[in-house]
């Protein structure tokens, strides 16, 4: 009998993001760092990626009725809670018996909310999130799940595994980072997703985790796993860039690090990158994340020779009082002086704004009109903002003292508020991105504007901004639908849902 055999399988579940236009773009890379441990200590891993999967719960039910898996662990973001809550209820269903483990950002960032709570004595909405988070699964991961899902998966867990605390021998250091395998991308079909960068064939990655900046609309300020930089050397990173191109052919890299340029190294990691197109003999093409008010020409030289084509930044607002009171340390001047760097070695800008914050207006949402036509990105986008859990506008919200269901929260250096609708995450996602051209809804509201407002304000720099700029709309992909009987999806060549470790072969979804 083989190690393998001797262990449980795990099923590790990554959901559909419905909110998308197109969900086959960026794989899910936590999760697969999750698998890749997994398979490290020969526990066979079943990955059910239902990624763009309209019919999700079809595959499911095949699943189920297919592996011998009854352990079950889902990654969520917060807008895929309610997709989320559907496999969980569904898989409680067909396996009582079974084991429903929930990780990833959602878990970890109401974690944090409930923990700021517990500390101060009360029972605020973090802790009626965390109590619902609790009502559907056996077990949370909360925090960095490289370690702590082995907890998870023993006998008797805790209901609660915490890795999002520095002194937890579960809280990755740089050491530990360092050594973790990568990403197990052999179990997902990574040639049914479609991203380019200039032709080139793209994929994720991440290089570095945390980002220790304090703007008050991002989720994670008060979770250390989020707020903690930790950074893997060089050769790690070089080393899976190599990997990737040598076994899936891929010269694209989407780097997903919240912020590629807090990295002291950042140049020498460039340099190691031309090295290595040296070496393979081959150009890559790159795209990344960038902190406006720390970019300068060096950086983006150097960007532009490793193969760096595009850099998305968060401007945000182009309002001075809004860039204020959402702490974002980078003024409207520095948000110019970056775009005008990036376009000066030709690389291009997506500038990712958002409006919705405290102190809103009609005139402070004029002003990112006016700004992105002054500076003139090559791409864009205008979102509402969210309150999430995690984030500062969340943790720190007060309830109404009039409105029930309306939370408040206040920028203390300008007294600016920011109201707030109280949010079922389990059962709503569409506060989220959708149709860029009309396709969004507002649970947030200022002293200036309504809900409404915000929306009609949104959609009409949208098409204002793009029809000025030229900038076309982007036109996602349709869903995929699963067929029982085919075990394919429609007519097209049928991506494996489903890829299994533990046995040597890939199998597809074996159906009845």
Not at 1 to 14: Q, V, Y
Not at 62 to 75: C, E, K, L, Q
Not at 161 to 171: C, E, M, Q
Not at 377 to 399: K, L, M, S
Request: with cysteine; aromatic share 8%; hydrophobic share 35%.
């Amino acid at each position: 009998m083989t190690k393998s055999a001797e262990k449980p399988t795990i099923c590790l579940i990554i959901p559909p993001s419905i909110f998308l236009l197109d969900e086959r773009v960026f794989i899910s890379v936590g999760i697969l760092k999750i698998a890749a441990v997994l398979e490290r200590e020969h526990y066979p891993v079943d990955v059910l990626d239902l990624s763009g999967v309209e019919n999700y719960e079809a595959v499911i039910e095949d699943h189920i009725n297919n592996s011998p898996a009854r352990i079950f662990g889902v990654t969520s973001t917060t807008p895929q809670m309610p997709a989320t809550a559907r496999i969980a209820r569904l898989i409680r269903k067909l396996v009582p018996e079974g084991r429903l483990i929930l990780g990833g950002p959602h878990a970890t960032l109401v974690h944090s909310a409930f923990k700021k709570e517990s500390i101060e004595g009360k029972k605020g909405r973090g802790t009626v999130a965390m109590d619902s988070i609790l009502a559907l699964y056996d077990v949370a991961v909360v925090g960095d799940g490289e370690d702590a899902i082995f907890e998870a998966i023993a006998e008797n867990p805790s209901q609660i595994v915490d890795a999002n605390d520095r002194t937890s021998r579960l809280f990755l250091t740089n050491q530990r980072y360092d050594s973790l395998p990568f990403p197990a991308r052999h179990l997902i079909d990574i040639d049914s997703y479609h991203y380019f960068i200039e032709g080139h064939r793209t994929t994720s990655l991440i290089a570095q985790l945390g980002c220790p900046f304090e703007c008050g609309f991002c989720g994670g300020r008060q979770s250390p796993m989020l707020r903690n930089i930790r950074m893997r050397s060089m050769d790690s990173i070089i080393e899976e860039m190599r990997h990737i191109h040598v076994t899936y052919g891929h010269t694209g890299f989407m780097f997903h690090d919240d912020e590629l340029n807090v990295n002291p190294k950042m140049i020498e990691l460039m340099t190691k990158i031309v090295d290595l197109q040296k070496e393979l003999g081959v150009d890559f093409r790159l795209r990344g994340f960038v902190k406006a008010e720390l970019f300068n020409d060096r950086q983006a030289e150097v960007m532009m020779k490793a193969g760096f084509r595009w850099l998305l930044t968060g401007f945000e607002s182009g309002d001075r009082r809004i860039l204020t009171n959402i702490n974002k340390k980078a003024t409207r001047e520095d948000n110019s002086r970056a775009v005008q760097i990036a376009k000066k070695q030709g690389l291009k800008v997506k500038a990712l704004m958002s409006i919705g914050h405290p102190g809103e207006s009609e005139e402070s949402v004029m002003a990112t009109r006016d700004w992105l036509l002054e500076a003139e990105p090559e791409d864009f986008d205008v979102t509402i903002i969210t309150t999430y859990p995690g984030t500062p506008y969340y943790d720190f919200a007060v309830p109404h003292p009039e409105k029930h269901g309306i939370w408040v929260y206040t920028y203390k250096k300008t007294g600016d508020k920011l109201y707030s609708l109280e949010v079922d995450y389990n059962e709503v996602a569409d506060y989220y991105k959708g149709d860029p051209d009309g396709g969004y809804k507002s649970y947030v509201y200022t002293d200036h504007l309504s809900q409404n407002d915000l929306v009609d304000l949104r959609d009409f720099v949208e098409r204002d901004v793009r029809d000025r700029l030229e900038i076309p709309f982007y036109a996602g992909s349709p869903s995929i639908r699963y067929e029982h009987s085919m075990g394919q999806f429609g007519k097209q060549l049928p991506p494996n849902i489903l890829r299994r470790s533990g046995g040597g072969a890939h199998e597809k979804l074996p159906v009845s």
